[in-house]
Protein backbone atom coordinates (compact mmCIF):
# COMPACT_ATOMS: atom_id res chain seq x y z
CA UNK A 1 0.00 0.00 0.00
CA UNK A 2 2.76 2.29 0.67
CA UNK A 3 3.72 2.06 -2.91
CA UNK A 4 -0.17 3.49 -4.14
CA UNK A 5 -0.02 6.03 -1.44
CA UNK A 6 3.66 7.19 -2.76
CA UNK A 7 2.51 7.72 -6.41
CA UNK A 8 -0.58 9.36 -5.56
CA UNK A 9 1.12 11.92 -3.60
CA UNK A 10 3.92 12.19 -6.20
CA UNK A 11 0.81 12.25 -8.99
CA UNK A 12 -0.90 15.09 -7.09
CA UNK A 13 2.44 17.36 -6.14
CA UNK A 14 4.18 17.29 -9.77
CA UNK A 15 0.62 16.67 -11.98
CA UNK A 16 -1.76 18.33 -10.10
CA UNK A 17 0.01 21.18 -8.76
CA UNK A 18 -1.38 19.85 -4.57
CA UNK A 19 1.23 21.64 -2.37
CA UNK A 20 -1.15 21.60 0.68
CA UNK A 21 -0.29 18.38 2.93
CA UNK A 22 -2.41 15.35 2.34
CA UNK A 23 -4.32 12.97 4.60
CA UNK A 24 -6.39 9.61 3.74
CA UNK A 25 -8.99 12.36 4.82
CA UNK A 26 -8.20 14.97 2.59
CA UNK A 27 -11.01 15.21 -0.53
CA UNK A 28 -10.32 15.62 -3.71
CA UNK A 29 -12.58 18.14 -4.62
CA UNK A 30 -13.49 19.67 -1.59
CA UNK A 31 -10.19 20.51 0.02
CA UNK A 32 -7.48 20.00 -3.19
CA UNK A 33 -10.00 21.39 -5.61
CA UNK A 34 -9.39 18.84 -8.38
CA UNK A 35 -11.49 19.46 -11.90
CA UNK A 36 -12.51 16.28 -13.70
CA UNK A 37 -8.99 16.81 -15.58
CA UNK A 38 -6.49 16.31 -12.42
CA UNK A 39 -8.70 13.22 -11.41
CA UNK A 40 -8.48 11.76 -14.51
CA UNK A 41 -4.67 12.38 -14.62
CA UNK A 42 -4.28 10.41 -11.01
CA UNK A 43 -6.43 7.75 -12.84
CA UNK A 44 -4.34 6.93 -15.64
CA UNK A 45 -0.90 7.19 -13.65
CA UNK A 46 -2.13 4.68 -11.01
CA UNK A 47 -3.78 2.59 -14.15
CA UNK A 48 -0.04 2.96 -16.06
CA UNK A 49 2.18 2.28 -12.59
CA UNK A 50 -0.06 -0.64 -11.69
CA UNK A 51 -1.28 -2.05 -14.84
CA UNK A 52 -4.66 -1.91 -14.05
CA UNK A 53 -8.07 -0.83 -14.94
CA UNK A 54 -10.05 1.18 -11.89
CA UNK A 55 -13.71 1.24 -13.46
CA UNK A 56 -14.46 3.25 -10.78
CA UNK A 57 -18.34 3.66 -10.85
CA UNK A 58 -19.14 6.89 -11.74
CA UNK A 59 -22.10 6.98 -9.01
CA UNK A 60 -20.19 7.14 -6.30
CA UNK A 61 -15.81 8.16 -7.34
CA UNK A 62 -13.28 8.30 -4.79
CA UNK A 63 -14.37 11.30 -2.71
CA UNK A 64 -10.99 11.65 -0.71
CA UNK A 65 -7.05 10.68 -0.88
CA UNK A 66 -7.74 7.41 1.46
CA UNK A 67 -11.04 6.58 -1.00
CA UNK A 68 -8.48 6.75 -4.11
CA UNK A 69 -5.43 4.59 -2.63
CA UNK A 70 -7.97 1.87 -1.34
CA UNK A 71 -9.64 1.84 -4.95
CA UNK A 72 -6.31 0.81 -6.11
CA UNK A 73 -5.82 -1.78 -3.68
CA UNK A 74 -8.51 -3.18 -4.49
CA UNK A 75 -8.09 -3.83 -7.76
CA UNK A 76 -4.87 -4.93 -7.00
CA UNK A 77 -6.37 -7.40 -4.84
CA UNK A 78 -8.73 -8.46 -7.51
CA UNK A 79 -6.11 -8.98 -9.90
CA UNK A 80 -4.37 -11.43 -7.51
CA UNK A 81 -1.26 -8.79 -7.16
CA UNK A 82 -2.08 -7.27 -3.91
CA UNK A 83 -1.65 -9.77 -0.76
Known sequence: MEDIW???VETLR???NVSVPLEPTTHLRA????DSLALLT???AAEDRFRIC???DPESPPQTVGDFVA???TRLQQ???LA
Open 6 to 8: SLT
Open 42 to 44: LAV
Open 54 to 56: LNE
Open 71 to 73: LVQ
Open 14 to 16: KQC
Open 79 to 81: EGR
Open 31 to 34: DLGL
